[in-house]
């Protein structure tokens, strides 16, 4: 899906949105803006990379899932089908605990066999704009403070482990998955994305790395979440030079609009 320029489609109560196609559009969802740009690695139309935004049926729950599943293919496309279905089953409920485990359960169910896959999973409530995140071995997302100015990673955050936890999902069978939650003001913005984007590459060889993806980050502007996920997509590109993609490349910027 790739959306008219300007164009900023709204998602209605109980509807999903999303997969592992290639798709470029920006988004309103309750207390949210987002832009989308799903990027397979051709001459793939699908890839490795999924991304999921929802909105809950009074219309005052967001929810946001990136994921990157290992392999290609058919098995992918399986992949997407059953997290598809667990957002569905679970598109009302505030609490992730039961999504996250579920999901990690279904690569166990799964006859293909998937190996695993990070994901990200957020749940915004726009009237009190707290985030809720769960985060199963994915790179952590950018996040920037309106009230700061100043860009970060949202790993300040998240607590420090006691115990084998938050692992990708499909490893262990009955992982343990942690649910952190942040607050997020007007103007804040936050940039999921997968290891396509940090781990690009340039003619030389070098990757970006996670300390040159934030300093790019600080050069972004701010004034909607379509302007900092375009800017930073041409940012990269311009990094990679003449270098060709080695792999999918997600991003879902978000920006806190206040209450929907």
Not at 110 to 119: G, I, L, M, S, W
Not at 137 to 152: C, D, F, I, K
Request: charged letters at 20%.
């Amino acid at each position: 899906m790739t959306g008219s320029a300007g164009q900023v489609e709204r998602l209605a109560c109980l509807e999903l949105r999303g997969g592992n196609h290639a798709a470029t559009y920006a988004a309103r969802l309750p207390g949210l803006t987002a832009w989308v740009s799903c990027n397979p690695l051709r001459p793939s139309r699908r890839g490795g990379d999924l991304y999921y935004l929802s909105a809950c049926s009074h219309g005052s729950i967001a929810r946001v899932v990136i994921a990157d599943v290992s392999g290609h293919g058919e098995k992918v496309s399986a992949a997407a089908v059953r997290l598809r279905t667990a957002l569905r089953q679970h598109i009302d409920l505030w609490d992730q605990s039961l999504l996250i485990r579920d999901l990690n359960q279904s690569f166990f169910r799964d006859e293909q066999r998937v190996e695993f896959a990070t994901a990200f999973v957020g749940s915004f409530a726009s009237e009190s704009g707290d985030l809720l995140f769960t985060n199963a071995g994915h790179m952590l997302p950018l996040l920037y403070r309106a009230a700061t100015q100043e860009w970060s990673y949202l790993q300040d955050f998240i607590p420090e482990p006691k115990e084998v936890s938050d692992l990708p999902l499909g490893l262990i069978p009955g992982t343990g998955y942690h649910q952190t939650a942040a607050r997020l003001a007007s103007g804040d913005i936050l940039i999921l994305y997968t290891d396509g984007i940090n781990e690009a590459e340039n003619e030389a060889g070098y990757q970006l790395g996670l300390q040159c993806l934030l300093s790019m980050a600080r050069s972004l502007p701010v004034s909607s979440a379509t302007a900092a996920g375009e800017a930073l997509m041409a940012a990269v590109a311009r990094f990679r030079g003449n270098a060709p993609a080695k792999d999918d490349e997600t991003v879902v910027a978000l920006r806190c609009e206040g209450e929907a």
